[in-house]
């Protein structure tokens, strides 16, 4: 069967995982019956237990569903302390549902998976030796990958039913009343973990930062939280941060930066109180500073910056330039300490910021997003997901849920090295490109065909040309040649959910 | 069949309403499984609706069970603005689920059941023409009063299923996002509410200030949100305020004051880190009066205050005298608008309050409770339901819940004019003597046999002598006379559940 952006998918497999074909990006209006968790009742006065290894026993059993959240990323201390204690305990057959999976948790997981651990994984994406080791087809049963909002959307309605989540936190009381905010390994937003806390059956809070009780703000509250595990250290504190906190001084970057940011000035959004969502990475943080000058030269502000918050937002929202920074995560240490700080900077849940089944999300109101891609094809369609070589190493997400956008624009070098960004044809598609707007390139620009009105309002820019992405497409070919395909056998070992839970691609084993 | 308050309880209605008789005040701890609502997804940019007529017409139907908080108190518009267009609009046989009734919305509730609008009435109370009403018959099945943990515990395990939640609010903005801390009508915490607007099918924001989008702080979230229906007016903001403001001066209730101080500060809970639990009126404003003093006096503070809050715990908050305020409800236009300013007043729903099929509430971690009584028997087992007529006119509130605390003191006058407070048997029990320990009167106090360690830590208080609850109701008769037995007719107008769920007692109705 193929769906709408012509992807070949397995039918017996769908089949059997009972999936219905991508068809469109409007999720419509259906009237969704939510799941909700079994809670163990009790009115005892300490949850605090010094045993993780006894946690894992009262709580952990043969083929569950375990959940962690990556708002540790590369700091995480949490996801290996648990998952020794699980694979040493010899568990089978556990399916793992973490928010996402960072690089540090790479190592343990391929193990958990040789040893018939963990047979099955949902997650927003995976990199590294584990990305490499499900392309291959080292586990048992296809990877689901969602994207935050999908994440989201998949708990509530019981598709993610979680057994038990194990919740690294910086601080927590007896109780379990926590936040993200405050203690030395303080990581901001507990966006992701918030859908844990609310949906597993059962939840163990881990922490290194016992607090007086209550212990508030009580972002997890006790009346969610089933045990308390005082630990050593939940994380390294420099590892939380996220990638480049200082803008770019690459040459090919700071253009794009820059012509994103003329795009997005040139297009009707751009006005008093709209919104945008940067996202990260020092182009990122490039653009947020062109925009920045930007909003001022033109006495605009913004009403919201969403998403993954770095410091030069939480920079705009001090300066009065933006009004609230909605916020599901922080990327590094400035936006997650001024949290509890700065009452305009609040903490919204995955489903606040990207669930398609809920009564309205933040990126149904959002006005300008800016993505990125390791591929865009001439159908607009990106792939976030494969590398070059087919291989598994990147992350959904929220690409799908922010491309809601009215200008989604996809921010990238037309090749990197020897590799082509725009193709024919994308080796996954994630993100479809119905959702896309503009290509955003050093050489660049291209816009979606069906945006006419962007086609008027952004073909005059001075300094910025304008192709089609086939035009595109043509130049990155030339630049890097045509590359051989890639071979793949007829095993699936990734689904691909579009975020309202269709399916919209599949990753095949690689062939070596 | 009689439970183990000595209670006969009405069998056939019981069986038809699978009812368990009241056992125990230990609610042990089962696994429940808990509810979840159906969510109508819509990805729309605004749902403000002008006309409330047209949200009633497109979400109430015959039948249904429809919700509205009690924030507002005696200054509340939305319920009758609400209540009018269904009565004109001749809905039929609807189940009323306030969390509690004021005697603003008495005579439209009563004009709904005349004319069969309204056929079923849960709430944690009701007093005035609708009390009388009910005792005399007019509803056509009996009232189900719960305490607001109760209320929350039976929201969650779907015992009350919400159709559709009126929710009064002093600002929201276009997608929902709202709170009770700001705005003209700010009444502060939307504890009760913050209950239908999580399970509700439908939820429905009224308000009279629509705000900017985002609106944050956002209690109740835009995920949660239906419509949003923008009116001239919520609420009469010099009506929000609840009773007394200022201390007594009443002679009597000062001395029952301070006596109930003495009670607290010679107990074993008095020490660092305390907890407690005052209530409002002009009495529990004394003892607030008092215990500062007294913590000044010893050095001590407290961890938390808990509560319905009133300006003069936040006092103690801002002095230092108090770590946190736990904060379900305000009583005051001080306590109400310190919400928004004061970090530390942490905003708690319903159930993290009180409900016992939680993995933890706050009142599970109470010290010490003063409660209020218009009845305390011989048993210690309390009225704040019926007066001594037989007519409902009272409120559980949190009264079963609070009762958790590790020394709860009853703060009643022996005799209230011609009327005996202490009686051999309460006309209605709704909370158990098991959970009381002191009742403080004007002449002293006495102490329920079971606590032997308060007898002994409390019986060489200077100037407060220890009588035996027999005693004590024998001075109340001495006083006032044996009055006249009541009667009733066979019929059951109310059931009081404890707050397990369990039936604890009934109101039959009155014969004139």
């Given at each position: 069967?193929?769906?709408?952006?012509?992807?070949?998918?397995?039918?017996?497999?769908?089949?059997?995982?009972?999936?219905?074909?991508?068809?469109?990006?409007?999720?419509g209006?259906p009237?969704?019956?939510?799941v909700?968790?079994?809670?163990?009742?009790t009115?005892?006065?300490?949850?605090?237990?010094?045993?993780?290894?006894?946690?894992?026993k009262?709580?952990?059993?043969?083929?569950?569903?375990?959940?962690?959240?990556h708002?540790?990323?590369?700091?995480?201390y949490?996801?290996?302390?648990?998952?020794?204690?699980?694979?040493?305990?010899?568990?089978?057959?556990?399916?793992?549902?973490?928010s996402?999976?960072?690089?540090v948790?790479?190592?343990?997981?391929?193990?958990?998976?040789?040893?018939?651990v963990?047979?099955?994984?949902?997650s927003s994406?995976?990199?590294?030796?584990?990305?490499?080791?499900?392309s291959?087809?080292a586990?048992?049963?296809?990877?689901?990958?969602?994207?935050?909002?999908n994440r989201?959307?998949?708990?509530?309605?019981?598709?993610?039913k979680?057994?038990?989540?194990?919740?690294?936190?910086?601080?927590a009381?007896e109780?379990g009343?926590?936040?993200?905010m405050?203690?030395?390994?303080a990581?901001?937003s507990?966006g992701y973990?918030?859908?844990?806390?609310?949906?597993?059956d059962?939840v163990?809070?881990?922490?290194?930062?016992?607090?007086?009780?209550?212990?508030?703000p009580?972002?997890?509250?006790?009346?969610q939280?089933?045990?308390?595990?005082k630990?050593?250290?939940?994380?390294?504190?420099?590892?939380?941060?996220?990638?480049?906190?200082?803008?770019?001084?690459?040459?090919?970057?700071l253009?794009?930066?820059?012509?994103?940011n003329?795009?997005i000035t040139?297009?009707?959004?751009?006005?008093?109180?709209?919104?945008?969502?940067?996202?990260?990475?020092?182009?990122?943080?490039?653009v947020?500073?062109?925009?920045?000058?930007?909003?001022?030269?033109?006495?605009?502000k913004?009403?919201?910056?969403?998403?993954?918050?770095?410091?030069?937002?939480?920079?705009?929202?001090e300066?009065?330039?933006?009004?609230?920074?909605?916020?599901?995560?922080?990327?590094?240490?400035?936006?997650?300490s001024?949290?509890h700080l700065?009452k305009n900077?609040?903490?919204?849940?995955a489903?606040?910021?990207?669930?398609?089944a809920n009564?309205?999300?933040?990126?149904?109101k959002?006005?300008?997003?800016?993505?990125?891609?390791?591929?865009?094809?001439?159908?607009?369609?990106v792939?976030?997901?494969?590398?070059s070589?087919?291989?598994?190493?990147?992350?959904?997400?929220g690409?799908?849920?922010?491309?809601k956008?009215?200008?989604?624009?996809?921010?990238?070098?037309l090749v990197r090295?020897?590799?082509a960004?725009?193709?024919?044809?994308?080796?996954?598609?994630v993100?479809?490109?119905?959702?896309?707007?503009?290509?955003?390139?050093?050489?660049?620009?291209?816009?979606?065909?069906?945006?006419?009105?962007?086609?008027?309002?952004?073909?005059?820019?001075?300094?910025?040309?304008?192709?089609?992405?086939?035009?595109?497409?043509e130049?990155?070919?030339?630049?890097?040649?045509?590359?051989?395909?890639?071979?793949?056998?007829?095993r699936?070992?990734?689904?691909?959910e579009y975020?309202?839970?269709?399916l919209?691609?599949?990753?095949?084993?690689?062939?070596?």
């Open positions: 069967m193929k769906n709408s952006v012509n992807r070949e998918l397995p039918d017996a497999l769908m089949s059997n995982l009972n999936y219905e074909p991508f068809k469109t990006t409007d999720f209006n009237e969704i019956q939510r909700a968790p079994k809670v163990h009742a009115a005892k006065e300490n949850k605090v237990i010094d045993s993780l290894e006894d946690v894992v009262q709580t952990v059993k043969d083929g569950m569903t375990i959940s962690f959240h708002h540790f990323r590369e700091g995480d949490v996801f290996n302390k648990v998952m020794r204690i699980i694979i040493d305990a010899g568990y089978q057959n556990l399916t793992l549902a973490p996402s999976l960072t690089n948790m790479n190592d343990i997981v391929v193990e958990a998976i040789e040893k018939g963990v047979t099955n994984i949902t994406g995976m990199r590294g030796s584990l990305g490499d080791a499900v291959h087809g586990l048992k049963n296809p990877v689901i990958f969602r994207s935050h909002g989201a959307r998949a708990i509530e309605s019981g598709e993610i979680i057994d038990v989540a194990f919740l690294g936190v910086p601080n009381d109780m009343n926590a936040n993200g405050d203690g030395e390994t990581f901001g507990l973990a918030l859908m844990d806390a609310q949906y597993a059962k163990v809070l881990i922490t290194d930062n016992l607090k007086e009780y209550p212990n508030t009580a972002s997890i509250k006790q009346t939280v089933d045990y308390v595990v630990v050593d250290a939940v994380g390294n504190a420099d590892k939380i941060g996220s990638g480049a906190t200082r803008f770019t001084k690459d040459p090919k970057e253009k794009i930066a820059k012509t994103v003329q795009v040139h297009s009707k959004y751009f006005k008093d109180g709209f919104s945008f969502q940067t996202g990260s990475g020092g182009a990122a943080l490039a947020t500073r062109f925009l920045r000058q930007s909003m001022i030269d033109n006495q605009i913004a009403s919201f910056a969403l998403g993954g918050i770095t410091k030069p937002t939480i920079d705009l929202l300066e009065g330039l933006v009004d609230r920074v909605m916020d599901v995560q922080d990327f590094d240490k400035g936006a997650a001024s949290m700065n900077q609040q903490e919204i849940d489903s606040w910021y990207a669930d398609p009564k309205g999300a933040m990126v149904d959002l006005d300008v997003v800016i993505l990125s891609a390791l591929e865009i094809d001439t159908k607009f369609n792939n976030v997901m494969s590398g070589d087919g291989v598994i190493r990147g992350a959904i997400g690409h799908q849920d922010a491309a956008a009215k200008l989604t624009i996809i921010s990238a070098p090295g020897r590799i960004t725009v193709v024919p044809d994308v080796t996954t598609v993100t479809p490109g119905d959702s896309i707007d503009v290509l955003v390139t050093e050489v660049g620009i291209a816009i979606n065909p069906k945006r006419q009105d962007l086609v008027e309002a952004l073909s005059n820019i001075p300094g910025v040309p304008v192709y089609t992405i086939e035009q595109m497409q130049m990155a070919e030339k630049i890097v040649g045509k590359p051989k395909p890639l071979e793949f056998t007829d699936t070992v990734a689904m691909i975020r309202d839970g269709s919209i691609d599949v990753v095949k084993e690689v062939k070596d």
